[in-house]
């Protein structure tokens, strides 16, 4: 899906709207992925980072058509960086269709994602496990068949303190297993957890569902409390929680986190704390085009009460403020920006991701730019089949100050690539970096790095 600015007579009625949503295009930083669909956001931090794992709505659709999951990772809660799809439905020999939300969990240095897939064999709903030695992956099938099969979906894992693992899940209802050490297999039976209107609220009007639960149970431990955070009610979905004193139950309702909002009829919720503050991830239609089979991951700063419940908080357009500033003296991906127009994304020949189908007055966005005391020169990996172009370097917004102009020559391929260098002058302090490209029509020039020297 490409951003703001569109370039087909289709979208004109989806920009419009955007701009009613987005009135200030580059103060904003949500939704935190722009040039595609995202969905089901699963946070987890590792090692530093905090590593996004998300569902993938393709473009265009008018049900939950998802092929592949995806991943991203910030250091800053602002800055994400695409590392592409390290696993879809072709990972799983066994499943057919509808790549669902799931969830990645990391134990003894493996990375375990469970998803949703449906079964070949059965044509019910089951869920899989992918492996791998690193967050982005690449993931192979665990186990090479489903680790449970009821027909239920959205899994999601915890491991409490005591070392003990825990997959719940489902869909109408909610079950759990314990998972053994390996987290590919698991003790005993599926348990369904009693769906109380004490434990999860009463929802009215639907005598075959009395309580607000819907889908998307994230559980997790804070301060010696269970918290259980999910989809409440449909359709249109809100997120509310439940806690209890142990991570079976029993479940008390305790209200609601975010109302229903957004032009999304699902929300998927996600919990995580870095950096010393917590952060709340959710999904809205919020981008050109979206809705509620096109959505977008967002994600809100909030802290919690003082007796540990959770505020009622909203979404919003602004995100988080920055956890931490962008060390431009280093290499960075293109690929990591708080917001791109125009851009998208794609596998480069030199290994991670780069950015691509660049044309004239496209420009990304990176936050929180610590130039200290000055930038003296700019050098970026660039690949051409065309002429080439400009790469103008902006600070404060896509029409900001001009601290360098960098020119991009042809290289004779969109993978053959080739450093170019620029001089800067006034990039001073911490600032918010847009990268502008101009140049002729047509495709430009795709990017894979950057990087400025003092």
Not at 184 to 192: C, E, Q
Not at 235 to 247: G, L, R
Not at 282 to 305: C, M, Q
């Amino acid at each position: 899906m490409r951003s703001l600015p569109c370039r087909t007579v289709a979208w004109i009625v989806s920009v419009v709207c955007a701009l009613a949503v987005f009135p200030a295009v580059a103060s904003a930083d949500n939704p935190i992925v722009q040039h595609v669909y995202t969905a089901d956001p699963a946070p987890m931090v590792y090692n530093g980072r905090v590593y996004l794992y998300t569902g993938h709505d393709e473009d265009g659709s008018t049900n939950f058509t998802m092929k592949d999951w995806r991943v991203w990772s910030s250091a800053d809660m602002v800055n994400w960086t695409d590392h592409g799809s390290p696993m879809s439905l072709a990972t799983f020999s066994w499943a057919s269709t509808n790549a669902w939300a799931g969830h990645t969990i990391q134990r003894n240095g493996m990375f375990y994602w469970y998803v949703p897939v449906t079964n070949r064999a059965t044509g019910r709903m089951a869920i899989g496990v992918g492996v791998s030695n690193s967050p982005t992956g690449p993931f192979r099938d665990a186990i090479g068949r489903p680790l449970v099969e009821n027909g239920e979906i959205d899994p999601a894992a915890f491991i409490d303190d005591n070392g003990q693992a825990y997959l719940y899940w489902g869909n109408p209802n909610l079950w759990y297993v314990k998972l053994n050490p390996d987290m590919i297999s698991f003790s005993g039976s599926a348990t369904r957890i009693p769906l109380t209107t004490a434990g999860f609220g009463t929802r009215t009007g639907n005598p075959s569902r009395p309580t607000l639960y819907e889908e998307a149970p994230w559980v997790y431990k804070r301060n010696g409390l269970y918290y259980n955070v999910f989809a409440a009610k449909c359709c249109s979905e809100f997120i509310a929680y439940s806690t209890a004193p142990s991570p079976t139950g029993p479940w008390t309702y305790r209200g609601t986190i975010m109302p229903t909002q957004g032009s999304s009829f699902t929300n998927h919720p996600g919990i995580i704390d870095y950096k010393g503050s917590s952060y709340f991830f959710y999904h809205n239609g919020a981008l050109p085009g979206g809705g509620g089979f096109t959505r977008s991951v967002a994600v809100e700063k909030f802290s919690y009460n003082a007796d540990g419940t959770i505020p009622t908080f909203n979404m919003t357009t602004a995100g988080p403020p920055a956890a931490d500033t962008l060390n431009p003296y280093v290499r960075q991906e293109a690929e990591t920006i708080a917001w791109g127009s125009g851009i998208e994304t794609e596998p480069a020949s030199e290994g991670t991701m780069n950015i691509g189908h660049i044309h004239n007055n496209d420009w990304i966005k990176i936050k929180a730019v610590a130039f200290g005391a000055g930038a003296k020169s700019f050098t970026t990996r660039v690949a051409s089949a065309t002429n080439g172009g400009t790469i103008e370097l902006r600070l404060g917004n896509q029409n900001g100050t001009v601290v360098g102009r960098c020119t991009v020559a042809g290289t004779g391929g969109w993978q053959n690539w080739a450093n170019v260098s620029c001089p800067v002058t006034g990039a001073t302090g911490t600032q918010d970096l847009f990268l502008r490209f101009t140049g002729a029509s047509g495709y430009l020039f795709n990017m894979n790095w950057w990087q400025f020297t003092s």
